[in-house]
């Protein structure tokens, strides 16, 4: 009898717990925190989630199909958009954000996605790139139907690792009112300005920069594109060992060094800058994609991953009731998308925000503390300097 009393009360606790674990995931959470992360995957179910309604699931199905019906758009790195491509990409944001036919308004149901329990299944495994490929569609398609000719851009973050000072997202022009407004604290100059989510909260940035913060290395694209010798998804795809070597763990870099909501799972799609940061990811992929069929490596789903059951490829994605994880592979949905090549020397895309240095052959972004003439901590003349001498000193002593 004492056995059995134990027996119940002990699995009274454990129901109990989880019960309360539930009631917690649909608290609202606070602005610099989040109730949810990846180490909590394991203690839920793995049943389709989403916890936003079905009839703004089903403006999702609409905005995904209309996605593949469009036809071809061309994404370009942000920084090469002319003036009025780049007012119409911003305006039509704006409009989603404004746009209250859907609760709470078209931006932030989508922003809400990418949230609670569905961040397990889309991070940390073969399918975050399959995922977050749709997602990017669908928020695209609703920009569309603000404005047909946008298309959504990129931000290609490994340029600003070549910033004339130091790669901190204080001196990105990415950072200016002409692109996404102020990086430090709470967001007050530019087209987002004094954004509020759903929770009441302001829109921020990293308010206290940390420098051993790093961007994505330029390393890591090159061995996406170019390494012949990595060319299996699963090569690429995230190794809970190692940060550096894979796309997701190195796309948690620029997350983390644009700080504030980015660096938040739940939060980070609340700031525009997540689609420019996804769209950058989406693009080495399809280069990579592209590698494959050079070598004649068929695209396999293979999952893995740390929650690996999430990532099977016949799980339904969450929130995306009408596909399977697999489905992201489909290259019906690549087809849709024209990727123009990140800015490369000698014309750096067109772009005045980008110059050709010649020496090294990169491009190198306009830097706005430069213009400012404060701060100046690592001229790139210095650093020419210091190769120099380390070349002379390997050669001759
Ligand atoms: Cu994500």
């Not at 087209?191 to 051993?212: A, G, H, I, M, V």
């Amino acid at each position: 009898m004492k056995v059995l009393l134990i027996i119940v009360l002990f699995l009274t606790l454990v129901t109990d717990s989880v019960l309360s674990l539930d009631e917690e995931l649909l608290d609202p959470f606070g602005c610099n925190e989040t109730l949810f992360d990846t180490k909590t995957c394991h203690r839920v179910s793995y049943d389709y989630y989403c916890t936003i309604s079905r009839s703004t699931q089903d403006w999702f199905r609409e905005l995904y199909n209309e996605a593949l019906a469009d036809g071809p758009r061309t994404r370009k790195e942000i920084r090469t958009l002319d003036d009025a491509e780049r007012q119409a990409y911003i305006d039509a944001v704006v409009a989603l954000k404004n746009d209250k036919s859907v609760w709470p308004n078209k931006y932030d149901a989508i922003a809400m996605i990418h949230t609670n329990r569905t961040i397990c299944s889309v991070h940390k495994g073969t399918n975050f790139l399959g995922w977050h490929r749709v997602y990017l569609l669908i928020f695209e398609a609703a920009l569309r139907q603000k404005n047909k000719n946008v298309a959504l851009p990129y931000w290609a973050s490994v340029i600003d690792n070549y910033m004339d000072n130091h790669p901190i997202p204080n001196n990105s022009v990415i950072f200016t009112d002409v692109f996404l407004g102020n990086s430090d604290g709470i967001v007050r100059t530019g087209p987002f300005k004094y954004w509020k989510d759903l929770e009441n909260c302001t829109l921020q940035r990293s308010p206290n920069f940390n420098n051993s913060m790093r961007l994505m290395s330029p390393n890591i694209i090159d061995t996406i594109q170019n390494n012949l010798s990595v060319h299996h998804m699963k090569q690429i795809v995230y190794d809970e060992n190692d940060d550096w070597t894979t796309l997701e763990g190195q796309h948690n870099h620029a997350h983390d060094w644009v700080g504030g909501m980015m660096s938040i799972l739940d939060d980070s799609p609340r700031d525009p800058v997540f689609f420019l940061h996804h769209a950058f990811i989406d693009y080495t992929w399809t280069k990579f994609i592209r590698k494959q069929q050079k070598l004649f490596v068929e695209e396999e789903y293979e999952s893995v991953g740390q929650d690996v059951k999430r990532h099977y490829p016949n799980r339904t994605m969450d929130c995306f009731y009408w596909l399977r994880n697999v489905d992201g592979l489909d290259p019906k949905l690549a087809a849709n998308v024209i990727y123009e090549d990140s800015p490369e020397c000698p014309d750096c895309g067109h772009s005045k925000y980008l110059k050709c240095d010649a020496t090294f052959n990169i491009c190198i972004p306009d830097d706005k503390t430069e213009t400012a003439g404060t701060n100046r901590v690592y001229p790139l003349w210095q650093l020419h300097v210091c190769l120099l001498c380390s070349l002379f000193y390997h050669l001759f002593l």
